[in-house]
């Protein structure tokens, strides 16, 4: 069996000759596609994510994360010794097609257990699937922490791998509010993109900067549209507010015009910012007119943490795809780290097996804080990843000094958080 | 629509008045046939993914069809036929997932909303004339996106109904069973057409064509042209919340993309690439995107090539839906046929 | 709903400066668009469902101008004139064989290149956004005027707007090619018995329109993140736009760009969370009251 | 009984109908005339309510039309043609003329009722086979000659059973030869559906001809009524009429 390099499409040409001769002959020769085929050795994983519109980085890196990750597996003998072919499908973006391809992944393609890297609405979209089929699902790119944090939304079979809304809260409002203290900021400004992962980080994340810093005071709010592609009436209602210091959540693209049409604005020189997305490379390399010192959470830096493996990882990956890698790479890459380190534990690459043991596994991985990351048994979701926040600079490495955030104290939190959300 | 209509003249096989008085038998006859020819289906093939496919053939084909009702029928092009779809999505899951009602309640109550929604917008809609119409239905579609978007407490917003819909079972039929749902989409999709047939075929129906070629003439035979076009706008956007409705069950949840402008677009699309001058038309198109999509998005990620191609290929070449040029295409072959018969 | 900051802003001469400024950046960006949208119906009864991707067309041009030459005025030129030249090749050989065929059709040739344009910029520029950055000459601090923030960029990306908009009215007044557009506009069947080439003024026009929106996401290339697919949140505002102003109309496009501007300034701070939804809703409200638009004329 | 009394209309200033009063008794044959601009289809519209008088009343057999919409005006039985043949294009005769009948038939549209009716055809055929359009039953209306579109368009009105018949020249367009056939096809169906007729025409030898009363229109105004005789004999009308419009042809 060979191994896919890229989306399996070899595999697609006997489909597709057979789909397209096919067409328009009528319904009953037009089941004949989906017939089902004999089961080969490899273990097929299914890939639902976005590959086209605006945020087809989001598919594309996370597909790149995948990939670095099988192609090291397959070689040194696969999932408990059967080779991965991954089967990565756009959605588009369109919580109705992630539903669909993920069905039909499973049903039609034999996929033994799928690798959601669906943005939040998709993945709650595929999650009903996994819970109606009962496949092995792992959600790699949704960070509304509801997924898995309420209990009316999960399932046995189904695990987050991914950086999560509140924890990034937590560690960015312990250390915002250290700032906030020494500068003495006490009037806020909020500056987030309006959909449910803008809304809920922000929110945690002024609660939490209250918790630490009780006398902040936010003075406004503005919400952008998602990928809106101006933001001048938000800058200058900002302006007006007259702020002395500013949290975003705004990401990729986003980001970069909101940070373009600001400067014009001399905005970075008028207060501090806290953008939460900014240390990602994809924002980091594209944006020519960085501001100095903007305060952001990390979300993939090779500086952070800084070991051997992670900056080993990192040039790796751009040596093979010329680019660095995203937040979501990582998060890929670790769904990888973890299902090879179930199946050897269950000496099974069995989905059912493997959602047995995955809970409370912990694993090695460049991306945990302390070298590895734990699949916390309670609430099927990665904990001990590496989450810090530093200042911003121009140039490489762009955040020279990552201060990471204390999981102890992200613990105690986010127990006290689900409580008062009624999940636990 | 001058065009639509000199299609329409070249093609359509032209029943005679004796013939008509039998097709309503006829069409009840095709489809009791359909109907059990879909319900043999995952009998005769193990394939989930046909399941699926045809539970998506109901919502995008009664949604395309009801679409037709407007566009080919009343010569209304509604770019804002999407928001009946993602109304009835929404209706239906936050009725499920809200109150404690049955399934057929919440269903009865979701054609309710739609029907009262329906009347509310198309009561402003109608009176606008052509491109007008179409961007004022457009702006109606966002302004309710928008409204789902913002709405975040009932809503959910962005993520959409979350959490599955609920489905108890009701009359021994249990719709978390993806084979009993299979069915329930096959009969809520063919009793929609044949509803649908039965108002394009009746006086009604009629009355639709005659606003469509000539509405000043048709509101001095003592059509009021308004009233018409209302009462078809809220029909036709009773059927597509149907089909919002099984999509909604399809996913098991709702989600604002339901109502945005792409879904009236698909159903526009879709009206083309089937024809527009058959009954069965949209039905076809609706077979053949789900087609097109399905493949195009297994071979390749940029799938937007392709389908603008093949958008291309009907648009410019064949310059028809599939079904105006299998029936022009018969009607040719019919008369060289019977030119041969009285030659010899 | 925030009445309370609606009212202290318009009692406060910095915010009426700074927002007003904003609604007329806004608006104008949204104008070169418009204009080209409603000249292309205006003449040709087309309406160009695939004017978005020009202005993609315009700001991906400008990015590569720029980064071969670093002149900002060379970029314009680049995204301008590529966005014209594909126009012209898109009319010629493909819109050309739609004219006065069904709205659905040509609505359809559209919807098919803009799927097409996106995929295209995608392989040729690839998935990922990019930004251009802010030319030198403009990477100095903000003016402040009675108050309000006023940058310099905005100042000559309105400038540029208003000096398109008063040559295009006076071009269309005055030029004797001016005229036949506008009398193509009105008549073709009479302005081709006459003798003109209505191909030629066709192509003209909706390579000029192409070049407007090519212009204007040249001029928002500095500020503006490019991702294959930009142009279609620019190009539902500006149908938004010409509808309400009245579809064909220059001036209605220029009236409709800004009252659209200064609906978004000033609603996102009265309405911050709805501010799309208002703008659908004042589109709906005029379209009621005036069926045909501000300054439309009956299309019957 | 159609009673129109002292209905006026202006259009921007301008007085397209001044003050007219009219009456029509049951089945009276009435032709209209008048030089071009006399406002003679603004008095038809106005009485089939396409436009509405700004004074004035349009009594129908006792009840006053001003102010009813063209279909409600159809279904207390005014009926019209116009002069420009308005049909359906892309129906056949036949639908045309069901659909027009069931249209008429239904007080509710029921939407399950099979359709056509036995005396839905039954009726729709008897008008067909009257305007000799009964071997074309299935063409399409665009596909008519112009003749026979003008026909249909009178069949449509026709079918509703109306009380008044309208007819906006129902020669308009045709030869000298086939305006004779249809003049005296409209003359035909007056005898024998013994409805309340009244036409538009400018072939004065026409109107001479076959109208029993004529009506002459003038600026909006009525200038003259009678029978053909007093007609021919008022000076008035030789003056601002006939005397310079004898030799126009349909406009």
Redesign the interface.
């Known amino acids: 069996m060979t191994i896919e390099s890229k ?1 399996g ?1 070899s595999k ?1 040409g006997i ?2 000759r057979a ?2 001769a096919l ?2 002959a009528g ?1 009953m020769t ?2 004949a596609p ?3 085929r004999a089961q080969a050795k490899a273990i097929k994983i299914g890939m639902p994510t976005i ?4 945020v ?2 989001l598919g ?1 890196s996370s597909r790149n994360g995948v990939m670095i990750e099988v192609e090291k597996l397959n070689a040194a003998g696969g999932l408990a010794g059967r080779p991965i072919e991954m089967v990565v ?2 959605s ?1 973006g ?4 992630a ?3 993920a ?2 992944l499973v ?2 393609d034999g996929c033994e257990m799928i690798i959601d890297g669906e943005a ?2 998709g993945s ?2 595929v999650q ?1 699937v996994a ?2 089929l009962g496949v092995l699902c792992v959600h790699t790119c949704s960070e ?1 922490s ?1 997924l898995t944090a ?1 209990p ?2 999960r399932i046995p079979n189904a695990f987050r791998c991914a950086r999560q809304g509140i924890h990034d809260s937590i560690a960015g409002g312990n250390y915002a509010a250290a700032i906030a203290k020494a500068k003495g900021l006490k009037k806020w400004a909020t500056c987030s993109p ?3 992962y803008g ?1 809920d980080t922000t929110a945690e994340f002024v609660t939490y900067l209250k918790h630490f810093a009780p006398d902040v005071e936010i003075i406004s ?3 952008p ?6 933001y ?6 900002i ?2 507010a007259k702020p002395q210091a500013l949290y975003s959540a705004l990401w ?3 980001l ?2 909101f940070i ?2 600001a ?4 905005m970075f020189t008028q207060m501090e910012v806290f953008a939460v997305n900014m240390a990602d490379y ?1 924002a980091l390399t ?4 960085l501001p100095k010192g903007i305060h952001s959470g990390n979300r993939y830096i090779k500086t952070f943490p800084a070991t051997a493996e992670n900056a080993a990882w990192g040039d790796a990956y751009k040596a093979k795809y010329k ?1 660095y890698p995203t937040n979501w790479s990582w998060q890929n890459a670790t769904a990888i780290m973890l299902l090879n380190e179930a199946a050897k534990k269950a000496g099974s690459a069995d989905g059912k097996k493997l959602a047995e043991v995955l809970p409370g596994l912990t694993v090695k991985c460049p991306f945990g804080a302390d070298g590895t990351v734990t699949m916390r048994a309670e609430d099927h979701t990665i904990v001990g990843y590496a989450i810090g926040w530093g200042t911003t600079i121009p140039t490489e490495p762009y955040v020279p000094e990552v201060k990471a955030g204390d999981w102890k104290q992200i613990f105690e939190l986010e127990a006290q958080w689900k409580k008062s959300k009624g999940y636990a | 629509m001058s065009e639509l209509q000199a299609d329409r003249s070249s093609g359509r096989v032209v029943a005679g008045a004796g013939q008509r008085r039998s097709a309503a038998g006829a069409d009840l006859l095709i489809a009791a046939i359909g109907f059990a020819v879909l319900v043999s289906l995952p009998f005769l093939f193990s394939s989930k993914a046909l399941v699926d496919f045809v539970i998506r053939c109901a919502a995008y084909g009664l949604f395309a069809t009801s679409l037709n009702l407007l566009v080919g029928y009343t010569g209304l092009i509604s770019f804002g036929h999407g928001m009946f779809f993602g109304l009835g999505a929404y209706s239906f899951g936050l009725l499920m997932q809200r109150t404690g009602l049955s399934i057929p309640a919440a269903f009865v109550l979701t054609l309710l909303i739609s029907a009262v929604a329906g009347l509310v917008i198309g009561a402003i809609c109608v009176r606008l004339k052509e491109i007008y119409f179409a961007f004022v239905t457009l702006a109606f579609q966002m302004l309710i996106h928008s409204v789902i978007l913002s709405w975040q407490p009932l809503t959910g917003g962005d993520q959409g109904l979350r959490g599955g819909i609920p489905r108890p079972v009701f009359l021994g039929i249990d719709l978390g069973n993806q084979l009993h749902l299979y069915i329930a989409s096959c009969a809520l999709l063919v009793v929609g057409l044949l509803l649908m047939r039965q108002i394009a075929q009746s006086p009604f129906g009629y009355t639709l064509r005659m606003v469509r070629d000539n509405a000043t003439r048709a509101s001095f035979i003592g059509i009021n042209v308004w009233r018409v076009k209302l009462a078809v706008f809220v029909l036709a956007g009773m059927f597509a919340s149907v089909g919002g409705v099984i999509m909604s069950l399809f996913v098991s949840g709702a989600y604002p993309e339901f109502a945005y402008w792409t879904i009236s677009g698909e159903g526009i699309f879709i009206n083309m690439l089937g024809g527009v001058t058959t009954f069965i038309g949209p039905m076809v198109g609706t077979v053949l995107l789900l087609i097109l999509n399905d493949t195009a998005t297994r071979l390749t990620e940029h799938y937007g090539i392709i389908l603008g191609v093949v958008i291309l290929f009907f648009a410019l070449g064949l310059r028809k839906g599939l079904m105006d040029f299998v029936v022009e295409w018969y009607a040719e072959r019919r008369d060289k046929a019977s030119t041969r018969e009285t030659s010899t | 709903m925030d009445f309370d900051a609606l009212t202290g802003c318009l009692v406060s001469s910095a915010c009426i400066v700074t927002q007003t400024t904003s609604g007329l950046i806004i608006g104008m960006l949204l104008f070169l668009v418009a204009v080209g949208l409603t000249l292309i119906f205006g003449v040709l009864k087309i309406v160009n469902f695939s004017h978005g991707a020009f202005y993609m067309f315009g700001a991906y041009f400008a990015l590569s101008g720029y980064q071969l030459t670093g002149s900002f005025i060379v970029a314009l030129l680049c995204g301008s004139l590529g966005a014209a030249a594909i126009g012209l090749i898109f009319e010629r050989f493909f819109i050309s064989r739609v004219y006065g065929r069904d709205v659905l059709m040509q609505l359809l040739v559209c919807y098919a290149f803009v799927l097409i344009f996106d995929d295209a910029v995608k392989l040729i520029w690839g998935p990922e956004f990019k930004s251009m950055g802010m030319p030198a000459a403009f990477q100095v601090p903000p003016l402040f005027i009675a108050g309000g923030v006023v940058p310099p960029f905005y100042l000559l990306l309105v400038a540029v707007a208003l000096a398109v908009a008063a040559l295009l009215g006076l071009g269309l007044a005055r030029t004797r090619l001016g005229k036949v557009i506008r009398a193509a506009a009105h008549n073709p069947a009479m302005v081709s018995a006459l003798g003109v080439n209505t191909a030629l003024i066709y192509g003209a026009v909706f390579a000029l329109g192409c070049a407007l929106a090519g212009l204007a996401g040249a001029l928002a290339a500095p500020v503006r993140s490019l991702t294959p697919g930009m142009g279609f949140s620019v190009l539902i505002e500006s149908f938004i736009v010409t509808v309400i102003g009245g579809m064909g109309s220059i001036l209605g496009a220029l009236i409709g760009a800004l009252l659209l501007g200064l609906v978004r300034s000033f609603g996102s701070i009265g309405f911050p969370l709805f501010t799309d939804g208002l703008m659908y809703l004042f589109m709906v409200i005029v379209l009621v009251a005036r069926p045909t638009g501000l300054f439309g004329k009956d299309l019957a | 009984m159609l009673q129109i009394q002292r209905i006026s209309k202006s259009f921007g200033g301008v007085k397209a109908t001044d003050d007219v009063s009219l009456d029509f008794a049951d089945g009276t044959l009435t032709a209209v005339i008048g030089p071009n601009g006399a406002g003679k289809s603004t008095f038809f519209n106005l009485i089939t309510g396409a436009f509405r008088p700004d004074q004035g009343r349009i009594m129908l057999d006792g009840v006053d039309m001003v102010g009813r919409s063209p279909p409600e005006i159809v279904r207390h039985g005014i009926g019209r043609a116009f002069q420009v043949a308005s049909i359906f294009p892309s129906l056949t005769v036949e639908e045309t003329m069901l659909a027009a009948v069931g249209v008429d038939q239904r007080r509710a549209e029921v939407l399950h009722r099979r359709f056509p009716l036995p005396e839905t055809r039954e009726r729709a055929a008897h008008t067909l086979e009257m305007l000799g359009l009964a071997d074309k039953r299935q063409r399409r209306a665009m596909t008519l000659s112009h003749g026979d579109q003008k026909l249909l368009d009178i069949a449509l009105a026709l079918v509703l059973n109306p009380k008044v018949l309208l007819l906006d020249e129902p020669t308009a367009g045709m030869g000298p030869e086939e305006r004779w056939r249809m003049i005296e096809k409209v003359h035909e169906l007056w005898t024998r559906e013994k409805l309340t007729l009244i036409f538009i025409e400018h072939d004065m030898d026409i109107v001479f001809k076959i109208a029993p009363l004529i009506v002459v229109l003038c600026y909006g105004r009525v200038l003259a009524t009678g029978t053909p005789e007093q007609i021919r004999a008022n000076p008035a009308v030789i003056d601002a009429y006939l005397g310079t419009e004898q030799h126009e042809g349909a406009a």
């Open positions: 989306t499409e697609m489909n597709r789909t397209l067409m328009g319904a037009v089941a989906w017939v089902a590959l086209s519109g605006r087809a980085q594309t499908r756009d588009k369109q919580p109705q097609e539903a669909r391809i069905r039909e049903n039609t939040s609405s709650f979209a009903e819970r109606d509304a509801s309420d009316k939304q309006d959909y449910a809304r709010e503005t919400w549209k998602l990928f809106q592609p101006d001048t009436e938000v800058i200058t209602r302006l007006q990729g693209g986003d970069t015009s373009d049409q400067n014009l604005y001399a994809t594209v944006v020519k007119n680019e």
